[in-house]
């Protein structure tokens, strides 16, 4: 039951993610584009290290990998590569190389640890996007993450930071985006 739980968390996350990409192609709503090509690089790197770490079912970060992927190709190809980018996204980018030379430095586990916090740092452009936006748009999608987090979570193997760190952590951002969103 908990692998079941486990998988439904990883297919939630690219199911919402990709209806939020093919939402995003025909709607203007604003996203940081330098945030969510973090995000993808992010996912990718946490995906591969929580598998070398030890977690056999890393299934809601691939899922946020292909994901943010998708979602920063259509972002792009929107927009193309003209995104802002200014002191928010700096310290983002400064937090995702710290991410980086982390993983080389301190081995897979440290490594986890270093991309999650990359990640929240990452997520300012995101939640402040979300803060100014006159509207509710995309409060389902965040929604539907916080749910996939709580499946990926209840259906993890172990606590330990390879199999829960991401999904819990994941959880509390996408609930506190919902709630932005809607109130």
Do not use: H
Not at 150 to 171: M, Q
Request: hydrophobic share 55%; with cysteine; aromatic share 14%.
């Amino acid at each position: 039951m908990k692998e079941k739980a486990d998988i439904a968390g990883g297919l939630l996350s690219i199911g919402f993610t990709v209806t939020f990409a093919l939402y995003l192609m025909y709607n203007n709503v604003p996203q940081s584009i330098a945030c969510w090509t973090m995000w993808a690089l992010l996912d990718i790197f946490l995906f591969v290290t929580c598998f070398v770490a030890g977690n056999k079912r890393p299934w809601f970060p691939l899922g946020c990998a292909i994901g943010a992927s998708l979602v920063t190709c259509i972002l792009l190809s929107k927009n193309g590569w003209d995104w802002k980018w200014n002191t928010v996204e700096t310290i983002s980018a400064i937090g995702v190389l710290v991410a980086l030379i982390s993983r080389w430095k301190l081995g897979p586990k440290s490594a986890i640890v270093a991309i999650v916090v990359a990640m929240v740092i990452s997520s300012v452009p995101a939640l402040c996007d979300a803060w100014c936006q006159n509207g509710q748009a995309g409060w389902w999608y965040w929604g539907g993450i916080s749910f996939g987090c709580l499946l990926s979570s209840y259906g993890a193997s172990a606590w330990t930071i390879e199999d829960r760190l991401f999904p819990v952590t994941g959880f509390v951002f996408s609930f506190g985006m919902t709630l932005v969103l809607i109130l």
